[in-house]
């Protein structure tokens, strides 16, 4: 230990023994005082280099890139409105049936946006139904717009021609279990018009295994499912040099309860595994892992630990491809995603409305203090269950412009680097995290893990761990357990503008859906619909085969989505979860 | 003594949003009922099939997705075609208030939404379930 840390060590008893005490004597009912004061013995052999770096520098712990691109766009803001790029792209959206989804994208298209469509599924298409599916009768063309063929698509992107055609664009995909198949479909309308599929951008969010966590929009055992994502992860790699392979999201499993440190280890296992499998199909790291993306990690309203997880995600992930699967490239190591530190949807409160608001403000400043933009997430009205506002996205984005434009948030770049408290947390909670994935290591991997139910089980018991101490008091949320007597005003708001779907069009979605896939059915060559499936089985069979390149096949001959999953439940079996208790 | 009151737990349909289900079944069994946790994407007609069987007197089912109207009223119409119609039906999720009336009408006992506090939860259950046993217990 120095001669300047003896001196602070010994100042600090005094000051504890002193002033301190002196403070806690007013607070009789605290056990040990409610606040801490960081000083440079909490990070003693700290090494800048080792542990921060530079911004866009390995080990990234600062930042992906030596700045937020939002904080050069920002400049502009007021001399060349167009370009300052302080708009969002396309919202997550889809509605109905391709029809209406399509009509939606005009609007936009008509109104200037000029980005492709991230598009939202309905349930049936993410689990692998078809809209005539009796079964599933009712969740058509609900929370997302409905796929079953090849011809859906191709209604979708009916308004993405000449500038906007599909290699100009880049569009979203929100589909998991039965990702290969749209990935095969989109593929499939690039060459029926005759675009090369190298030029296409797109990501998939193709993120499965976190589905058996969180989201539960699961078809096959995990087993068979990293074959599925593996074969995705080698078509790309091979064809498709501008497509993301993947999205993966670590924000669902905090939202389904789990813990920061959970969200951390098991979004990091799950990026392990994904690694893992490119590696084994013999791919080169530094050829596929650079199409990795992230959705987001988690958020809360503890937004000092949101900022440390950000950087300690980061330098975790670099040291993995680096170390571990021995990346060479710093595009292998960089986690690229939307936004870093936010609170979650989880955070926003059904009481009082409004006070969302403040929320996601706060949730936007850790954002851009933890190296990213000030992205105020989710609207207000996120837990009023009637889908956003239009009103409440423009406070959003409002709030992020404002945060960069007047109150400059981004002028510095990771401005508590070498804070002795933002250090201590980033290495006390890599630390934690790296002892939970040891432990999945440990169990043989993340796919055991969920195999085994650990991790379902483990997340299960957070969230009603912290249910319980919202209810126990431990846990305060304003307007929900405390701050709600009658004194309290309970603000209302008014939603005044309309929704853009027509509620006689929603009614009609699933009718009108059914009807364009009997049409489908129809016209095409049932023969050979029956010989591509008869081929699917047996390929289905041999693990080594990449099932991709037949289902661009499947596609175009407008075989449906629950035709190609129903063979592969055939030959792999459905998951089935584990017990709960 | 208090006989145990048994409770199902469901999630209809392809909503796979299971972090309130799952609560609500940990915390009626810290609570003391019998809880049967049906697992996600179940048909209204197993879920019945189900409740009847293990002779439930409490079915809660958990819908985020926006399809509660359809998937509560296909239960409630089961559960009343199978001799369930005392069986007591409440709802969680996401749901809006201006489907309250709708649900209420199709014999739903309590729908809770987010920020509900647990033991609200637990009391109205126990005491729905009072009032279809005859045992009294106002409003």
């Not at chain 1, 999945?440 to 991997?445: A, L, N, P, R």
Request: hydrophobic fraction near 40%; charge should be negative; glycine fraction near 10%.
């Amino acid at each position: 230990m120095t001669e300047q840390e003896d001196k602070i060590k010994a100042e600090k008893k005094a000051w504890e023994e002193g002033a301190l005490k002196k403070a806690m004597e007013r607070f009789s009912f605290l056990q040990e005082p409610p606040a801490r004061y960081y000083t440079p013995l909490d990070r003693s052999d700290f090494d800048f280099l080792e542990k921060v770096g530079f911004p866009g520098q390995y080990p990234f712990t600062a930042g992906t890139y030596p700045f937020d691109p939002m904080a050069g766009l920002s400049r502009l803001a007021a001399k060349a409105p167009q370009s300052s790029g302080l708009t969002r792209a396309a919202m997550y959206s889809g509605y109905g049936t391709p029809e209406d989804t399509r009509d939606y994208y005009r609007q936009n298209i008509e109104r200037g946006v000029r980005q492709g469509p991230n598009l939202a599924m309905d349930l049936p298409t993410q689990c692998g139904y078809d809209s005539d599916n009796e079964l599933i009768e009712g969740e058509v063309g609900k929370v997302g717009v409905a796929i079953d063929t090849l011809r859906d698509l191709e209604v979708i992107y009916e308004p993405y021609q000449g500038d906007l055609n599909l290699d100009n664009i880049a569009s979203n995909f929100t589909v998991n279990a039965s990702a290969i198949y749209l990935i095969a479909m989109y593929v499939a309308l690039a060459e029926k018009r005759g675009i090369p599929i190298d030029r296409l951008r797109a990501t998939p969010q193709n993120d499965i295994l976190k589905e058996y966590i969180a989201r539960g929009t699961y078809i096959f055992p995990p087993g068979p499912a990293m074959r599925l994502f593996r074969d995705t992860l080698v078509f790309i790699t091979r064809h498709m040099p501008r497509m993301n392979i993947t999205s993966m999201g670590g924000y669902h499993i905090r939202e389904a309860g789990a813990t920061r440190v959970q969200d951390l280890a098991f979004s990091l296992s799950i990026a392990t595994a994904y690694i893992q499998a490119g590696v084994d199909a013999g791919q080169d790291v530094d050829a596929f892992a650079p199409r990795f993306t992230f959705n987001a990690f988690g958020g809360s309203m503890e937004v000092l630990k949101e900022i440390a997880f950000q950087r300690a995600a980061r330098r975790m992930y670099a040291r993995l491809l680096k170390e571990r699967f021995g990346a060479k490239d710093p595009r292998s190591m960089i986690i690229r995603q939307p936004i870093c530190a936010h609170i979650g949807p989880s955070s926003t409160t059904k009481q009082r409305p409004l006070n969302n608001v403040i929320r996601a403000t706060i949730g936007a400043m850790a954002g851009a203090m933890s190296g990213g933009p000030p992205a105020a997430f989710p609207p207000y009205d996120e837990p009023l269950g009637l889908g956003w506002s239009r009103e409440a996205q423009q406070l959003a984005q409002d709030t992020g412009r404002i945060l960069a434009c007047e109150a400059r948030i981004l002028d510095v770049v990771d401005p508590f680097a070498g804070s002795y408290y933002m250090e201590a947390q980033t290495d006390e909670i890599e630390a934690a995290a790296q002892a939970e994935m040891d432990k999945i290591d440990g169990m043989g991997g993340i796919v055991a893990a969920i195999e085994k139910g650990y991790v379902q089980r483990a997340v299960s018991r957070s969230a009603y761990k912290y249910q319980r101490a919202i209810s126990n008091g431990d846990i305060q949320i304003v307007g929900v357990n405390c701050f709600i007597g009658e004194n309290e005003l309970e603000v209302q708001t008014n939603r005044l503008v309309p929704h853009p779907y027509d509620p006689e069009r929603r009614a009609r979605a699933e009718e009108r859906q059914i009807a364009n896939l009997k049409e489908v059915k129809r016209m095409r060559d049932q023969k050979e619909v029956r010989r591509l499936l008869g081929k699917l089985e047996q390929k289905a069979k041999d693990e080594r085969e990449n099932l991709l390149p037949l289902m661009i096949e499947c596609a175009k001959a407008y075989v449906t989505l629950q035709e190609v999953c129903d063979v592969l439940r055939g030959v792999f079996g459905e998951y089935e979860p584990p017990s709960i208790f | 003594m208090e006989q145990r009151i048994r409770v199902l737990i469901g999630k209809p349909g392809l909503d796979g949003h299971d972090r309130g289900a799952k609560v609500i079944a940990y915390m009626l069994r810290d609570a003391g009922f019998e809880v049967i946790y049906t697992g996600l994407r179940q048909t209204p007609e197993a879920i019945v099939k189900a409740a009847l069987q293990e002779d439930v007197q409490v079915v809660g089912l958990s819908i985020l997705s926006g399809a509660h109207l359809g998937l509560v009223r296909s239960v409630a119409d089961k559960l009343k075609e199978g001799g369930g119609d005392d069986v007591v039906l409440f709802v969680g999720g996401v749901i809006p208030e201006e489907d309250f009336p709708a649900l209420k009408e199709m014999g739903v006992a309590e729908i809770f939404t987010s920020g509900t506090e647990i033991g609200q939860v637990v009391e109205s259950i126990k005491r729905h379930v009072k009032i279809r046993r005859g045992e009294g217990g106002a409003g």
